[in-house]
């Protein structure tokens, strides 16, 4: 009897283990997925630039809104001009705690040149619009961009600095409309172009307003052209190149992805985390505001479509 009843107690509590583990993976019981351990966020332009701060004051957001219980990493992979951390990001299996910050700049290059495409990341969100501008060393003798058209039609070699494909893009379609004999320098970050321009070893530099907005805001650079739609506000007042008569507009999105199967719970808990960020008043006052871009929050399936048409259009289809 005593060996039975020994049995019983042991089926009974191997019954209750599985009863419990069985209990803890249903998200019902469980309740919705949140970060387990510390979360690695990847950026692939060196810290200073564009990304850097769009990816710094988002992690602040939710840190003082208390969004999530984790800590966030931010791990800077610049190597092959952030292909090294694209990839790395794309080959995770089942990964729900890494995020990449993942803009137009980083698209391009990935289906034009790495083999990759949208297929082997995970669209959580688009955050933002942003767009850019030449600037010129305050000591420069070129004070507008009709000085610097007009120095080129003379036969003037001039150097262009600029970080990842979206800058070299713009440069790519000055060369094109304006002419002339330009050469571009490309850095890992705009604040790395933004060091060469200070230095004087570029003519020229492209920026967000973001990456250069305190050296702008001080009277160490001066805008000259704006490459969007319209002209930004001050202190980057300046022309746009299609007041210009050149045929030159380009937008960029701000956004994040995650690896290519991070568990569908991660997904729409990063998603909500990103659409609070997007709603709180310090992204739209000390981000948005502060740094001129336009708030357009999209997010999982809405991100996929919006990403989708950079594609197309990086690939020609």
């Not at 069985?22 to 690695?40: C, H, L």
């Not at 990842?164 to 050469?183: L, Q």
């Not at 002209?231 to 300046?238: I, L």
């Not at 989708?308 to 690939?315: A, H, L, P």
């Amino acid at each position: 009897m005593k060996k039975i009843l020994t049995a019983l107690l042991m089926t009974a509590l191997v019954s209750g283990f599985a009863f419990a583990e069985g209990k803890q993976d249903s998200p019902e019981a469980s309740g919705p997925w949140t970060p387990q351990k510390v979360v690695e966020w990847v950026v692939t332009s060196s810290a200073g630039g564009g990304s850097s701060i769009f990816t710094q004051t988002i992690t602040e957001i939710i840190k003082n809104e208390g969004l999530v219980d984790q800590n966030i990493v931010i791990n800077y992979k610049t190597d092959g001009g952030g292909a090294v951390g694209r990839r790395m990001v794309s080959t995770m299996k089942n990964e729900a705690h890494t995020l990449l910050t993942f803009n137009s700049g980083d698209l391009q290059p990935m289906v034009q040149m790495e083999g990759g495409d949208l297929d082997g990341l995970t669209p959580l969100a688009v955050m933002a619009l942003d767009g850019q501008i030449i600037l010129v060393n305050k000591n420069s003798e070129y004070k507008t961009i009709n000085d610097i058209i007009n120095a080129l039609k003379n036969g003037k070699r001039m150097i262009m600095g600029g970080s990842k494909s979206d800058d070299e893009a713009i440069y790519n379609a000055m060369k094109k409309e304006v002419g002339g004999d330009m050469e571009y320098l490309r850095s890992d970050s705009t604040g790395e172009a933004l060091t060469q321009l200070l230095g004087g070893h570029v003519d020229m530099a492209i920026a967000k307003p973001a990456a250069s907005f305190d050296l702008v805001k001080s009277g160490e650079l001066l805008p000259v052209v704006a490459a969007g739609g319209s002209r930004f506000a001050d202190p980057f007042d300046a022309p746009t190149f299609k007041e210009l008569g050149y045929d030159i507009e380009f937008e960029i999105y701000r956004g994040i992805v995650g690896p290519a199967d991070m568990p569908a719970a991660a997904v729409e808990f990063w998603t909500e985390v990103f659409r609070k960020v997007s709603q709180s008043d310090s992204w739209k006052n000390d981000y948005i505001s502060k740094f001129l871009l336009v708030s357009n929050f999209k997010g999982g399936d809405e991100a996929r479509a919006y990403m989708q048409k950079f594609e197309d259009m990086y690939t020609g289809n």
